[in-house]
């Protein structure tokens, strides 16, 4: 019976696997039978939300009768005042996903293609491949995006291509030059989609905003989210920013009132109130020196990363160190569907939570 619905599927839904989240804690506490559990697996906020924004949700919850505003004229207003852009150059996603979905949409044809890089964030091949599109993957370079790969990849049926600036799961990142020029150098009917989900974690001075660039090139969207370093990842909202021009296209897909209104309510309050973010900046620093200090004294190698997350190389198929994480209450994240059957990826949490995660890993390494 299922394998007859799933014939139904296109060919390209066909060849999909469903994305695979991190395990959620209650999950883990359930099958292995403890209790105090933590979570490093999913690149989120260890600081929880913003304060501010959460008294904002509470008090949009009284409308919750009331469809959202469907244009999000409020939060837009805030959005285009803090990036120096018009309003019209705004695209509001049910998280930055949405976007890239909108932008496969939108954009791409089944006779298309669609470039990303090997080891890339894995919502890219999903919705290339429900748009029908070939997904052109390129071979990474030092586990990051290889540009010269990607610009000798584009031909006549390239529509778009996902670059991840810094990548998750790696969190190798691109700099602000070699990026322009790789942009400047693309055909007009190639459509670029910078997905800066961790921007504000990026701290390198060479790493672009680029935001900045919206004006230059029309075929330009970025995407940012409030759902990493601004901690409202389980509201889902995010944006795209671009020519008014591709916000119109994009605008035509979006469904009616995908973003919720407890959401617009949460995210224009965050974003207001700076200091949150900047907060979670500063732990990530702290907890990125403690983390690569302890691994270093383990003599395990690990990517550099740009985000607040890191993988870990333990030069075999890590699935026994996951597992004996689990028995200790650590979720981390396996990244074998990446591509990365050696590595595990870790998010940067609190102090003691980065020290939970250490003295399970001594152990493991120990025995
Ligand atoms: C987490 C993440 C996203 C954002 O997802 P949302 O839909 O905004 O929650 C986008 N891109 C990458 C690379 C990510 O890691």
Known sequence: MATDILRLATPGVQGLSPYQPGKPIEELEREYGICGAIKLASNENPLGPNPRALAAARDALTGIHRYPDGNGFALKQTLAKKHGVKPDCITLGNGSSDILEFLARAFVLPDNEVIFSEHAFALYPIVTRAAGAKAVVTKAKGWGHDLSAMRRAVNVRTRLIFIANPNNPTGT??????????????????????????????????????????EKYPNLVTTRTFSKAYGLAGLRIGYGISSPAVAEVLNRVRPPFNVNSVALAAAAAALEDTTHVERAVQN???????????LTEMGLAYIPSAGNFICVDFRKPAEAVNEALMRQGVIVR???????????????????????????LRKIMRD
């Open 334 to 360: 396996p990244v074998a569907n990446y591509g990365m059957p050696n590595h595990l990826r870790v998010t940067v949490g609190l102090p003691e939570e980065n020290r939970r995660y250490i003295d399970a």
């Open 284 to 294: 990530n620093r702290d907890g990125m020196r403690q983390l690569s200090k302890a």
């Open 173 to 214: 990142w691109l700099k602000s030059d070699e990026l322009e020029e790789f942009i400047r150098g693309l055909p007009a009917h190639v459509l670029v989609a910078v997905d800066a989900a961790y921007f504000e974690y990026a701290e390198e001075r060479e790493y672009p905003d680029t935001i900045r660039w919206a």
